[in-house]
């Protein structure tokens, strides 16, 4: 089985502080991507990256930065926290575009919470 | 723009059969996909339909129309497990997924 594994369920922050959200996936898949869900709407991708030092805005970048150091690992950066950035993030990662049906897998999301 | 619709809530009984229903508008389309969410967890993946017609897997079909931009996703034999949020995902022209809002089924005894 895939496993997504995001470095923390729960996490409280400051407004203005620098706050990192880690993403690990242990299948070596090359893709993987970073959404922010929050009530009433549906996931929104904030970045995505096709594979190591890759990356790609999505549709909400403004405000993050991520980092993809190495193909297992993609980091999501709040450069300066603020608290419309309140909301649950979800890692997410899934093999190479080849194979449209190829369905993305998610980690159990991080719940942030900047007061 | 693209947009997917969803019914927000749906209440449906144990042993009982329901059907969600996602329409979509999309810049091309390569796919739909189901996924599954309980409370506090992450989605998982339920069905990915293509080409027009039901795929059947167990207790769970889904089923497409592209010409009317129309799925729905059809529970049988409902359980109590199955209560959770239903996302539904359109793959669009760019090989992105555009994401419903969802659809949270409750189920009562």
């Known amino acids: 089985d895939v496993k997504v594994t995001q470095s923390s369920r729960y996490l409280v922050k400051r407004t203005g502080e620098k706050v990192f959200l880690e993403c690990v996936q242990d299948?070596?898949?090359?893709?993987m991507f970073w959404y922010r869900q929050d009530p009433g709407l549906g996931l929104r991708l904030i970045y995505f990256s096709y594979d190591v030092k890759m990356k790609e805005k999505g549709d909400i970048p403004e405000g993050y930065s991520v980092s993809r150091e190495k193909k297992e690992r993609f980091s999501l950066i709040l450069e300066s926290a603020s608290t419309n950035q309140t909301s649950m993030y979800l890692c997410?990662?899934?093999?190479?575009?080849?194979?449209?049906?190829?369905?993305?897998?998610f980690g159990d999301g991080t719940r942030l919470s900047i007061l | 723009g693209q947009n997917i619709d969803q019914p927000t809530e749906m209440t449906a009984t144990e042993g009982a059969i329901v059907q969600i229903n996602c329409t979509y508008q999309t810049s091309g389309f390569n796919g739909l996909f189901w996924y599954q969410q309980h409370a506090g967890e992450a989605p998982t993946f339920l069905s990915y339909n293509v080409l027009d017609g039901l795929e059947e897997k167990g207790r769970f079909s889904s089923f497409l129309s592209r010409s009317k931009g129309y799925s729905y996703l059809l529970l049988k034999e409902l359980q109590m497990k199955d209560s959770a949020s239903y996302l539904c995902a359109v793959m669009d022209s760019n090989y992105q997924l555009i994401w419903g809002a969802g659809t949270k089924l409750i189920i009562k005894p």
């Open positions: 997410a990662s899934r093999p190479s575009t080849d194979g449209f049906n190829q369905p993305q897998h």
């Open positions: 299948m070596d898949h090359e893709n």
